[in-house]
């Protein structure tokens, strides 16, 4: 379902040269033998998952799509990310699914909750309020925020049957108010971390609440799990993307850039940002991993890439098939010398602009260019691509020998801040 090119990616050493070292790698991950193998729930998950939660999570998503409009989604990070990548994916910017998702808790903003809380006022609205350490702070106001709102427009009994926790099965501030409340909970597990966690709970029940196929989105990690079970590098395309990353690294290359041509799949890149960015960045290390729509970049970031300074390369996310497509209409007076593509489908130019921009900036420019093409949109390649950079992203990190489950670097910020805010005790 994902096709892996790395024919123009510059690579100036082979492959191979890493192959005994990805087996080595391989069975750390499997075996759970490496740096934080507490936190490798993610990988046997697509066949492991609670059966019975999902089965639960489909029942409460019928049962409160019937009463509401909309669902505030609330977490920040993993907490968040990858159930608005996979909603967006799948269901595109403008969907007719039933519930609107709208997404708090991932802000200061005052300015963003305050217009979020007057669309709302209005409306049915349920809560499922997301964080594995319940702790949170930008997750705590604005949950604190829209249960009272919930809480003061419709009641108690129904707030109470409205707000959903997706949280730590038996600790955490969030999980006793839960317990305390009579909320419906839902479990983020032990062994998986807020950016592995989309295949969870974390993701599972707002993309249920979307209206979308959580089976098929499991069937598909089912499937890449088993595709990308091999510890030969020459059998694995997962595998070889870490390694050419690590190669490309090595060359000098500190930046990456995510390229979709769809619009819909800049949340994608948002998660794919984080699960690199937050897994590899430490010691020193790591590559940047940064993200573009094009051919809308093209017309911003397109003249750095082309000439700009040497530091980054891409990797092309593709997409075989379009959700839908459009056929390019004549015109009789022809004034904007269109009509050579009339007949022909947007799709078709999107393609085109793709090659013509890969040829552009490897050729021309020399930025190396990794391809990825996925089959199509749909919630089981949404499942498949998600176990694909998972595990690429594994294998990546423990390349540069860091661990790719923790993120002390984080702390940093909120320290300070909770010092400047004069919390007790910080
Ligand atoms: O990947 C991570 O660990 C982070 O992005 C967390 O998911 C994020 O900080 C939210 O944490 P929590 O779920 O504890 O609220």
Redo the contacts with the bound molecule.
Sequence with gaps: MIKLDLSQAKLEQDLDSYKDKVVEIHDMIHNKTGLGNDFLGWVDLPVNFDQEEVAAMKVKAEELKKEIDVLLVC?????YLGARAAIEAVNGLYPKQDVEIIYVGNTFSPNYLQQVKDYVSDKEFAINV?????T?TE?SIAFRIFKDLLEQTKGKDVAQRRIVATTDKEKGALKTLANNEGYTTFV?PDDV???FSVLTAVGLFPIAMAGIDIDAMLAGAAKAREAYSSADLSQNDAYKYAVARQILNQQGYVAEMFVTYESQLAMVAEWWK?LFG?SEGKENKGILPTSAVFSTDLHSLGQFIQEGTKVLYETIFQIEKPMADLTIPSDKDDLDCLNYLAGKSVDFVNKKACEGTIDAHVNTGGVPNILLTLEDMSSTSFGYMVYFFEIACAMSVYLLEVNPFN?PG?EVYKKNMFKLLGKPGA
Excluded: A, D, L, N
Excluded at 75 to 79: A, D, P
Excluded at 130 to 134: E, M, R, V
């Design positions: 977490g920040i990070g993993g907490s997301i964080s594995k350490s319940g949170t997750t983020v971390g807020g950016r984080q937050e993120q984080v």
